[in-house]
Every structure is written in structure tokens, then in C-alpha cells.
């Protein structure tokens, strides 16, 4: 299968793209390319890659393409309030301009990478699910991605099959780390400074999910039968995988032997908790996604990376790993302009 994959120069992009390779599918990326620097180990692969702003897609850039992966955007809640109508005009338009040129170029699969922030601050102790729990998205950032579902679902029919996939938060090692999510950032602070420090008081509910586990759903997206994945929306978790801060500081402090466990408590018990139910994917799409990864393999894994690459506080606190610090500095350098878009000449 032909794929293209914005946002191929991304935290999960740089797993996905390997494991559509190995699978056999011919992979294309398209980008901006405000991370391609921030590698912490090189790649072991190599494919086609296009560097461009995904607002200035055009019809020619998705022509002849089976599928599109869809991962490009500001990525969460920080990057997005950094200017509320740049988000806006990234997440969403960007996002439904590039759908309506694929369906226009008979693309068959368009696979989006949505997000759980759109369930917003939960007071519901019950599981949430993808159609009967409400949608109340806080942040530009959530709302964004909530509209660009709705937008989809619009152009979705039997010859342009959209699906879209919810990742809880994603963790693991790739070779653009990301340690401003939760698990890895617990990870590298016991691994670069041998403490943990949490917060809150711990209780807050997290659902996480590995790197490669999520890039397993996008698979799934594109080979499962129409008739299971045809306008759905899937929340991508595992069996079990909602987590309290102190379970995934615990895991933490198991994988980096010696690191000690401190709660501030300053937070309090912290609004910001949520549990997310996976029984439809789990479910519906048994036979072509079956996760594989939990908390200690996956921070084992991080570990391994971290002494292979000798991995160090200023890495984990500085923007090889934390984008908007990496996006801070390309404007402070002039790399990038105001409406974040690449200075003239600047790839």
C-alpha cells in the first residue's frame, strides 16, 4: 500500500513510519520539519520525505496514495494555547483542506490521529466512552481536534473510509523522545536526576499507551474491513490501562533501580483526572490490534535507550525533548516566524 504520513518527523512518526516499512508498505512522509534535529539516536531506515507546512498542501502532494496517516499538528495542550488562531488554522482547517484534497484524489483511507483531550476535566467516575460520554473539550487545542472529527465524519463514505483514533497518552522510546508526557518525563527525571517528583497527591487518573501499541492502531486502520473502522472513532489503549500519577511514578522508580519517590503535593488532588474506556477497540478490532506494551516493559525500554545514547538532565529538560522549547527557540533563532512557518530557505 502506498501511505502518506504527515508529521513522519515527529515523536510517533518516527516509530510509525518503521513499522509500515517492515510491514511492506511503500511510506512517503510530509512535514515541517520543527523536530528533525531533536534525534536522540539515528534512524535505521530510510524513505521518501517531503518538508512542508501542512497549511500549504496541495492536490498534487496526495496524489496516488492508498492511504493518508494523518499525525501533523501542534500536539497538545501547551503547543496549542501558544496562539489560539495559529491552532486553529494548523489543527482544524489545515486538517479538513488536506482531507477534502485526498478525497478529491481518490484517496480510499484517510486515518486520522485525534485525541482523548476532548472528554475535557471528567466529574464522572465511570470509564468514558467514544459515543455516550459527553465531549466537553476545555482547551483550543481539544477543540480543535473534536471539530476536525465532526468535519471528517462529514466526508467520510464508502469510497473516502475515515476512521479516527484516540491515543491515551503516549509513552516509550523513540528516536525523537518526547519527555514532556507524563510517563516518559517520570522516567527521565529518575533516570537524569534519581527523583521523582510528583505534583499532586498521586490519585489523578492517567490512561497511557505505548508508542508503539498507538502506531499498531494506525496499522490497524488501514487493513481492517471497511465495514469495522468506516466513520468510528476509537479511544487507543490496553487491557487495564488506566493509571493513578503515583502508579506511574511507582513504575517509574521500579525500571530506574535507586530513585526515590517524592509527592509535593502542591497541586493538591488535582482536577485533571480521567479514565477512558478501550473495550471497542479492544473489541471490534481484536484481530488486527493487539497491544503488547506495558508500564515496565516499556520503561525498561526507556532506560536501555537512555544509557545507550548516554542521555542527561539537560537532554531531558531542554528542547532535544520538550517541543515547546524546541518551537521556542526557533523563533527566538529566527528559523521559524511568528505564524510558524520555516523562514525562506530553512528545512
Not at 499498531?216 to 493513578?244: D, R
Not at 500519577?245 to 503535593?265: C, N, P, Y
Request: proline share 3%; hydrophobic share 35%.
Amino acid at each position: 500500500m502506498n501511505v502518506l504520513v504527515t508529521g513522519d518527523r515527529g515523536y510517533i512518526g518516527g516509530v510509525l513510519v518503521k513499522m509500515l516499512l517492515e510491514k511492506g508498505h511503500n511510506v512517503t512522509g510530509l512535514d515541517i520539519n520543527y523536530y528533525g534535529e531533536n534525534q536522540l539516536y539515528p534512524l535505521d531506515y530510510s524513505y521518501p520525505m517531503v518538508t512542508k507546512d501542512i497549511r500549504d498542501i496541495t492536490l498534487e502532494d496526495v496524489h496516488g496514495f492508498d492511504a493518508i496517516i494523518h499525525l501533523a499538528g501542534l500536539s497538545n495542550d501547551p503547543l496549542g494555547a501558544l496562539d489560539s488562531r495559529l491552532t486553529e488554522e494548523i489543527n482544524y482547517e489545515a486538517t479538513v483542506k488536506l482531507a477534502i484534497l485526498a478525497k478529491k484524489a481518490k484517496v480510499k483511507r484517510f486515518i486520522y490521529s485525534s485525541s482523548q483531550s476532548m472528554y475535557g476535566v471528567s466529574s464522572n467516575k465511570e470509564e468514558l466512552d467514544e459515543e455516550n460520554s459527553e465531549k466537553n473539550p476545555v482547551t483550543v487545542y481539544a477543540k480543535t481536534k473534536w471539530k476536525a472529527e465532526l468535519k471528517l465524519r462529514e466526508l467520510g463514505n464508502d469510497e473516502f473510509i475515515v476512521v479516527a483514533f484516540r491515543p491515551s497518552t503516549v509513552f516509550g522510546a523513540s528516536p525523537r523522545l518526547r519527555c514532556d508526557i507524563v510517563y516518559n518525563n517520570l522516567v527521565g527525571c529518575a533516570y537524569t536526576t534519581g527523583k521523582i517528583e510528583i505534583k499532586s497527591d498521586g490519585t489523578p487518573w492517567r490512561p497511557v499507551v505505548h508508542v508503539r501499541d498507538v502506531s499498531n492502531a494506525f496499522i490497524a486502520g488501514l487493513v481492517a474491513p471497511q465495514k469495522l473502522v468506516a466513520n468510528q472513532s476509537f479511544n487507543v489503549g490496553i487491557p487495564n490501562g488506566n493509571f493513578t500519577v503515583r502508579d506511574l511514578g511507582e513504575a517509574a522508580q521500579r525500571v530506574v533501580k535507586g530513585s526515590k519517590l517524592i509527592f509535593t503535593g502542591e497541586h493538591g488532588s488535582d482536577s485533571r483526572t480521567y479514565r477512558v474506556s478501550f473495550k471497542k477497540i479492544l473489541t471490534v478490532l481484536k484481530d488486527y490490534f493487539k497491544p503488547e506494551w506495558d508500564l515496565i516493559r516499556g520503561g525498561e525500554e526507556l532506560v536501555e535507550v537512555f544509557k545507550k545514547t548516554n542521555f542527561n538532565e539537560e537532554q531531558f529538560r531542554g528542547r532535544m525533548t520538550n517541543r515547546l522549547k524546541q518551537l521556542e527557540y526557533l523563533r527566538q533563532s529566527g528559523l521559524i516566524n511568528p505564524e510558524l512557518r520555516r523562514a525562506k530557505g530553512e528545512r
